[in-house]
C-alpha cells in the first residue's frame, strides 16, 4: 500500500482535523481488544478451572504483545505510512478472536491474545496513531493527541458493558466471533481513510513554549533519554494495571458481582476521556513533562483511596477518581517524545515507549493476581502499585529539573 505524499500547509489545518476523527474511531475500536480480558476474566477462569493469577496470563500476553508490536508498528508506519500497519492490524483482530474461541485451554487463549490481538492487532491502533497524530499538529498537538488518546478510554467505557451483556447473552465465546467480524472490517475500511503522510514530514524542526527537537534531549544522549523514558513508562502502568484489570475481580470477592465491577471499569475509563481532553490542554499550556509529573502524582493519590474505602459507592467514586487522575499520563509520552526527539523517529520512538508501558500493564496484572492468590486480598497488590508509581514520579522529576538547567555542549566521547 503506498501512502500519499505529505504537504506542509496541512499542519494543523482541517484536514487534519478530520483525520483525527479516524484516528479517534480506529482506536475506539482496536481498544476492544485491550478491554475485552477484563470482562471475561471471571467466565474464562470458571470455563478453564483455573487460579486468578492463570486467568491474568491472557491479559499479561496481551499487553507484552500488545507493546512489542506497537514498536514494529511505529517503524513499519514512519516507513510506509500509518495505513500499513492498520491494515496488518485488522487481519490480526479478526484471526485473534476467532482463534480464542476454538481454544480448547487457557494456555492456548493467552497464547491467541498475546501473538493476534496484541502483537498483530490492537497494537496497530495505538502508539502508530499516537505518533502520527503528534506530526499533523504544531499549536495544537497536546489537545490533538489527547483527543486520539481518548479514543482508547472510549473503547473502555462502550467496550465492557456491551461485552458482559453478550457474555451473559450468549456467552464468551459467541461474543469473540461477533469481535472477529466487527473489529476487522471496521478496521480495514477506516484505514482507507488514512492514507495520507503526515505533514511534519515536510517541515523543519520547529520549537514550541521555546521547547525543541534534538539530538540530545533533557542534556542526554538519544539512548539515555529513551531508556528513562521506558523506566517511567513501565512503573507508571504497572500501578495503572491494578484497578483497570482487576476491578472485576475485586467487586466479585466483595459479593457486588461482575456487572457491578464492569460498570465501575466503563466508568473508570470514561472519567479518563475527560481526563485525557483536560490533560491534552494543560499539555499545550505546560509541555508534555510537567503535565505527566502532575498525573503521576494524582495517581498515587487515587490508589490510596483505594486501600481504606470498599463499600459499593466509595469504589464508583474512586473509580471515576482513578480514571480522572491518570488519563493523560500515557498520552504525555507520546508529546514529550515529539518535543524533545527528531520528528522522523517519532513513530519508532514512541512505540519503544509504549511498549514498556504495555509490558508494565503486563507486569501489574499479572503481580496483582499472584499477590491477591499469595495474601487473600488485594490492599497488598494496591501498596505495590504505589509503590512503583513513586519510581515514575522520581524519573519524570529528574528529567524535568534538567531541562531547567542551562543547556551544555555535549563531550566529545559522548554517543547517541
Same mark, same amino acid.
Not at 493527541?145 to 451483556?165: K, M, R
Given at each position: 500500500?503506498?501512502?500519499?505524499?505529505?504537504?506542509?500547509?496541512?499542519?494543523?489545518?482541517?484536514?487534519?482535523?478530520?483525520?483525527?476523527?479516524?484516528?479517534?474511531?480506529?482506536?475506539?475500536?482496536?481498544?476492544?481488544?485491550?478491554?475485552?480480558?477484563?470482562?471475561?476474566?471471571?467466565?474464562?477462569?470458571?470455563? %478453564? #478451572?483455573? !487460579?486468578?493469577?492463570?486467568? /491474568?496470563?491472557?491479559?499479561?500476553? *496481551?499487553?507484552? =504483545?500488545?507493546? +512489542? &508490536?506497537?514498536?514494529?508498528?511505529?517503524?513499519?508506519?514512519?516507513?510506509?505510512?500509518?495505513?500499513?500497519?492498520?491494515?496488518?492490524?485488522?487481519?490480526?483482530?479478526?484471526?485473534? %478472536? #476467532?482463534? !480464542?474461541?476454538?481454544?480448547? /485451554?487457557?494456555?492456548?487463549?493467552? *497464547?491467541?491474545? =498475546?501473538?493476534? +490481538? &496484541?502483537?498483530?492487532?490492537?497494537?496497530?491502533?495505538?502508539?502508530?496513531?499516537?505518533?502520527?497524530?503528534?506530526?499533523?499538529?504544531?499549536?495544537?498537538?497536546?489537545?490533538?493527541?489527547?483527543?486520539? !488518546?481518548?479514543?482508547?478510554?472510549?473503547?473502555?467505557?462502550?467496550?465492557?458493558?456491551?461485552?458482559?451483556?453478550?457474555?451473559?447473552?450468549?456467552?464468551?465465546?459467541?461474543?469473540?466471533?461477533?469481535?472477529?467480524?466487527?473489529?476487522?472490517?471496521?478496521?480495514?475500511?477506516?484505514?482507507?481513510?488514512?492514507?495520507?503522510?503526515?505533514?511534519?514530514?515536510?517541515?523543519?524542526?520547529?520549537?514550541?513554549?521555546?521547547?525543541?527537537?534534538?539530538?540530545?534531549?533533557?542534556?542526554?544522549?538519544?539512548?539515555?533519554?529513551?531508556?528513562?523514558?521506558?523506566?517511567?513508562?513501565?512503573?507508571?502502568?504497572?500501578?495503572?494495571?491494578?484497578?483497570?484489570?482487576?476491578?472485576?475481580?475485586?467487586?466479585?470477592?466483595?459479593?457486588?458481582?461482575?456487572?457491578?465491577?464492569?460498570?465501575?471499569?466503563?466508568?473508570?475509563?470514561?472519567?479518563?476521556?475527560?481526563?485525557?481532553?483536560?490533560?491534552?490542554?494543560?499539555?499545550?499550556?505546560?509541555?508534555?513533562?510537567?503535565?505527566?509529573?502532575?498525573?503521576?502524582?494524582?495517581?498515587?493519590?487515587?490508589?490510596?483511596?483505594?486501600?481504606?474505602?470498599?463499600?459499593?459507592?466509595?469504589?464508583?467514586?474512586?473509580?471515576?477518581?482513578?480514571?480522572?487522575?491518570?488519563?493523560?499520563?500515557?498520552?504525555?509520552?507520546?508529546?514529550?517524545?515529539?518535543?524533545?526527539?527528531?520528528?522522523?523517529?517519532?513513530?519508532?520512538?514512541?512505540?519503544?515507549?509504549?511498549?514498556?508501558?504495555?509490558?508494565?500493564?503486563?507486569?501489574?496484572?499479572?503481580?496483582?493476581?499472584?499477590?491477591?492468590?499469595?495474601?487473600?486480598?488485594?490492599?497488598?497488590?494496591?501498596?505495590?502499585?504505589?509503590?512503583?508509581?513513586?519510581?515514575?514520579?522520581?524519573?519524570?522529576?529528574?528529567?524535568?529539573?534538567?531541562?531547567?538547567?542551562?543547556?551544555?555542549?555535549?563531550?566529545?566521547?559522548?554517543?547517541?
Amino acid at each position: 500500500m503506498r501512502a500519499l505524499p505529505a504537504s506542509a500547509d496541512l499542519i494543523d489545518s482541517a484536514t487534519a482535523w478530520r483525520r483525527l476523527l479516524v484516528t479517534l474511531a480506529l482506536m475506539t475500536v482496536g481498544a476492544a481488544g485491550m478491554y475485552v480480558v477484563p470482562v471475561v476474566l471471571p467466565a474464562v477462569q470458571a470455563d %478453564f #478451572g483455573v !487460579a486468578r493469577a492463570d486467568a /491474568s496470563l491472557p491479559y499479561t500476553l *496481551l499487553m507484552v =504483545g500488545f507493546g +512489542i &508490536g506497537g514498536m514494529l508498528m511505529g517503524r513499519l508506519a514512519d516507513r510506509f505510512g500509518v495505513a500499513m500497519p492498520l491494515s496488518v492490524g485488522a487481519i490480526g483482530m479478526g484471526l485473534g %478472536f #476467532g482463534a !480464542a474461541a476454538l481454544s480448547g /485451554s487457557v494456555w492456548l487463549f493467552a *497464547l491467541a491474545h =498475546g501473538l493476534l +490481538i &496484541g502483537l498483530l492487532g490492537s497494537s496497530a491502533t495505538f502508539s502508530p496513531l499516537l505518533a502520527d497524530t503528534s506530526l499533523w499538529f504544531v499549536r495544537r498537538r497536546g489537545i490533538a493527541v489527547a483527543v486520539c !488518546a481518548s479514543g482508547n478510554y472510549l473503547g473502555g467505557a462502550l467496550w465492557p458493558p456491551i461485552i458482559q451483556h453478550f457474555v451473559e447473552s450468549v456467552g464468551w465465546r459467541q461474543t469473540y466471533w461477533g469481535l472477529a467480524v466487527f473489529c476487522s472490517l471496521a478496521m480495514l475500511g477506516l484505514a482507507q481513510l488514512m492514507r495520507q503522510r503526515p505533514p511534519a514530514l515536510a517541515l523543519a524542526p520547529v520549537t514550541v513554549r521555546g521547547v525543541a527537537a534534538s539530538d540530545r534531549p533533557f542534556g542526554l544522549t538519544l539512548g539515555q533519554a529513551q531508556a528513562l523514558l521506558c523506566v517511567a513508562g513501565l512503573s507508571c502502568c504497572v500501578a495503572m494495571s491494578m484497578p483497570q484489570v482487576h476491578i472485576v475481580a475485586y467487586c466479585s470477592d466483595l459479593g457486588f458481582g461482575a456487572a457491578r465491577g464492569a460498570e465501575m471499569l466503563s466508568l473508570m475509563l470514561a472519567c479518563g476521556i475527560v481526563s485525557r481532553l483536560i490533560s491534552g490542554a494543560i499539555c499545550d499550556r505546560i509541555g508534555g513533562l510537567r503535565t505527566l509529573l502532575l498525573g503521576s502524582a494524582l495517581q498515587t493519590v487515587a490508589l490510596l483511596l483505594f486501600i481504606p474505602f470498599d463499600s459499593m459507592a466509595s469504589l464508583y467514586l474512586i473509580s471515576a477518581m482513578f480514571g480522572l487522575f491518570q488519563g493523560g499520563i500515557v498520552p504525555s509520552y507520546a508529546i514529550i517524545v515529539r518535543e524533545h526527539f527528531p520528528a522522523a523517529e517519532a513513530g519508532a520512538r514512541v512505540g519503544t515507549v509504549i511498549m514498556f508501558t504495555m509490558v508494565g500493564m503486563a507486569l501489574g496484572g499479572w503481580m496483582s493476581g499472584k499477590v491477591f492468590d499469595l495474601t487473600g486480598s488485594y490492599n497488598a497488590a494496591f501498596l505495590n502499585g504505589i509503590t512503583w508509581n513513586l519510581l515514575n514520579f522520581a524519573v519524570v522529576f529528574f528529567l524535568l529539573r534538567r531541562t531547567l538547567r542551562p543547556a551544555r555542549k555535549p563531550a566529545a566521547a559522548d554517543a547517541a
